[in-house]
């Protein structure tokens, strides 16, 4: 047996579990008509880090979620969900005093969204709730993510990362808005102890206050962040070590929803780099998964499979850009 099978976990992902419910067919000239007949509604689990381990899973990476739920209705049927998915529910934490977000997601025309958020309180799960022997059981961990991890936004996410780091786990972390004005450089305690950070171009600008991606990848490796991924959209990504600089082309697809195309990513690119794959396969793989997530309608929905990712790989092409 080796050192990985002796752990339990390939990764455990850490942040929000919330419920989306993503509606097709209401456009800004639906307000002008006095019935609209939605295309469809879809109900299921989202939120970044429940949407990395629910990808992470059917992927085959042997993965735990750490997470607070609400003890309501929306809870249950966040449970449930996630109870046919391949993730361990060990340490998803039901609270009875809180209430779990729930995100409207509208879909556009051309697999544009936008969010609308009913919040919640009392979320975020807590450094104190969580078991810090499990650190010893996993090969990696994921705050997914930085800037809605909540109670762990305030201190708890530096101290997981440092202490993970410690027991031998490789870190990762994705990020999100500000949505709580902590302000760009609330998280720089914690980038030291992340080995593999993965913020869109938006989330970089704004806690580097740089406008290029190369710009804002040298920021943060400046910051101590081990490796910088960058996600750039439709423009692909760009990744940044000590060693290496590349940018990865997109897949071209006709993308349905783009909703969750990032988090996929990030799930796709944490279970190659856990598979031993170089850095340019890693950031290919999470390339195409995030494609991949883009054909179908929510946030962790067409993703089914590592072989399904391959043969997408070898079935569809990738742009070429011009940088």
Not at 26 to 43: G, I
Not at 241 to 265: E, H, I, L, M
């Amino acid at each position: 047996m080796n050192r990985a099978e002796e752990k339990k976990y390939d990764i455990l992902c850490v942040g929000s579990c919330v419920q989306d419910i993503l509606i097709d067919g209401m456009y800004p000239e639906s307000f002008d008509e006095p019935v609209t007949v939605l295309d469809s509604v879809l109900f299921t689990s989202g939120g970044d880090a429940t949407n990395e381990a629910v990808v992470l899973g059917r992927l085959g990476s042997r993965t735990g979620l750490v997470a607070r739920i609400d003890g309501g209705p929306v809870g249950e049927a966040l449970y449930h969900n996630l109870m046919e998915e391949k993730v361990d529910l060990t340490y998803v934490l039901k609270d009875e005093t809180s209430r779990s977000t729930t995100a409207f997601v509208i879909l556009g025309k051309g697999g544009e969204h936008k969010f609308f958020l009913h919040k919640g309180y009392n979320e975020g799960i807590s450094l104190d709730e969580i078991d810090m022997d499990m650190l010893g059981q996993t090969r990696a961990v994921c705050i997914g993510s930085l800037y809605t991890s909540y109670r762990l936004d305030r201190g708890g996410a530096k101290v997981l990362m440092e202490q993970a780091k410690r027991a031998g786990a490789l870190t990762f972390a994705d990020m999100d808005h500000d949505v709580e004005n902590l302000g760009p450089n609330a998280m720089d305690a914690v980038y030291p102890y992340v080995d593999y950070l993965i913020p869109s171009i938006d989330e970089a600008r704004y806690i580097t206050g740089t406008e290029h991606e190369k710009d804002a990848a040298e920021a943060l490796l400046e910051k101590g962040a081990g490796t910088v991924v960058i996600k750039l959209g439709g423009r692909g990504c760009y990744v940044r070590s000590q060693t290496d600089a590349f940018y990865v082309d997109p897949f071209k697809v006709d993308a349905k929803d783009t909703t969750g195309c990032g988090d996929n990513f990030t799930a796709g690119f944490i279970h190659s780099v856990l598979g031993g794959k170089p850095l340019y396969e890693s950031a290919r793989f999470a390339c195409a998964a995030g494609a991949v997530n883009a054909l179908e309608t929510g946030a962790h929905m067409a993703v089914r499979s590592e072989r399904q990712i391959e043969d997408f790989m070898k079935r569809f092409p990738q742009k070429t850009i011009e940088r």
